[in-house]
């Protein structure tokens, strides 16, 4: 009997010492899949910001690497100069390991940032838009394959919108990589100067397809606090839409394509001007579709905006 017992005893101390053993295996394992990951990840971030260019502009604080769903992370994040950063974010996080580089698979979430904290061009606009301070997530994806990219993009910012973008755009010039596009578009930004891209690459990008869509959550009642009350300043409200469109270079004051977009743009508006209609369930969202019968370089597309027919000649859509 007694060793019965005994051998009772010695299998549950064998039992006891494997799952401990298998404790410490997983743990071990989970530490080094967690350092590896976090050391590949800081090398191969800080060896492209070096290789870009990049490292005055970008600066973040730690990596973390997640052992249990092998997805890296960037913690404490800004963008632009150090002192009055572009934009700064908690955390950017990386959908794929290893990285795969041309594409992308990014979440990020911006930092509660008030408007002093960060750069003047971002400080005007938030003020345009009536915020004090900044806060938001978002999405980009992008594909690319061979010569042809695909992206996605979603952009959420607390008490403004919803912004998402589809594009699908191809590159002219075989010298050209995506990295180096989204390298200048980057430094771009940095410098306060979005539009760069358009002077620096004009010629070697094409767009076949662009959609906009757009989702309000406040911007539209801080931009147009005093809604028309009657159809006269219904009217005016239009024509003003209209001459902003002809200052943007999207279509002349007087054209087809002005009266539509105003329409369009007013008849949006409506339930935010009407206490009777201002519902989540009549709030619709503005999309702007483009799709030219041909793909369009970046530097034709200026050149419509120039001589105010970007609308129709890239055959421009807005609905909601």
């Known amino acids: 009997m007694s060793r019965f017992i005994a051998n009772i005893k010695d299998k549950k101390v064998g039992i006891l010492v494997s799952l401990f053993v298998v404790f410490s295996l997983t743990v071990l394992g989970l530490y080094a899949i967690k350092y590896f990951g976090t050391q590949y990840t800081e090398e191969a971030l800080q ?14 604080q730690t990596v973390h690497f997640n052992p249990f769903t092998l997805t890296p992370s960037i913690e404490e994040v800004s963008f632009g100069f150090e002192n009055s950063p572009w934009l700064q974010f908690s955390r950017i996080s990386l959908n794929s390991y290893p990285l795969t580089y041309p594409d992308l698979d990014v979440d990020f979430w911006i930092k509660n940032s ?63 990589s995506m990295h180096e596009i989204r390298t200048d578009l980057l430094a771009s930004i940095a410098m306060g100067q979005p539009l760069g891209l358009f002077f620096i690459h004009g010629e070697a990008l094409e767009i076949s397809d662009l959609d906009i869509r757009y989702q309000d959550s406040g911007l539209v009642t801080r931009l147009i606090p005093e809604a028309p009350k009657s159809q006269q300043e219904e009217k005016q409200l239009a024509s003003l839409l209209k001459f ?36 989540q369930a009549n709030k619709k969202q503005l999309r702007l579709q483009m799709s030219p019968s041909k793909p369009l370089s970046l530097q034709e597309l200026a050149l419509m905006a120039h001589e105010t027919r970007l609308y129709k000649d890239s055959n421009m859509r807005l609905t909601h």
């Open 47 to 60: 060896k492209q910001l070096d290789d870009t260019g990049l490292t005055p502009f970008v600066h973040y």
């Open 244 to 279: 902003i469109s002809q200052s943007l270079g999207v279509a002349k004051a007087n054209s087809v394509e002005a009266d539509e977009i105003a329409n369009a743009l007013v008849d949006f508006l409506k339930p935010y001007q009407d206490p009777s209609l201002n519902t």
């Open 114 to 176: 008030p408007a002093e904290n960060l750069s003047y061009d971002t400080s005007r606009l938030m003020k345009v838009a009536g915020i004090t301070t900044l806060l938001g997530k978002g999405s980009l994806s992008s594909k690319v394959n061979k010569d042809q990219v695909t992206s996605q993009f979603k952009l959420d910012i607390k008490d403004l919108g919803i912004l998402s973008t589809s594009s699908h755009i191809r590159l002219l010039n075989n010298e050209l």
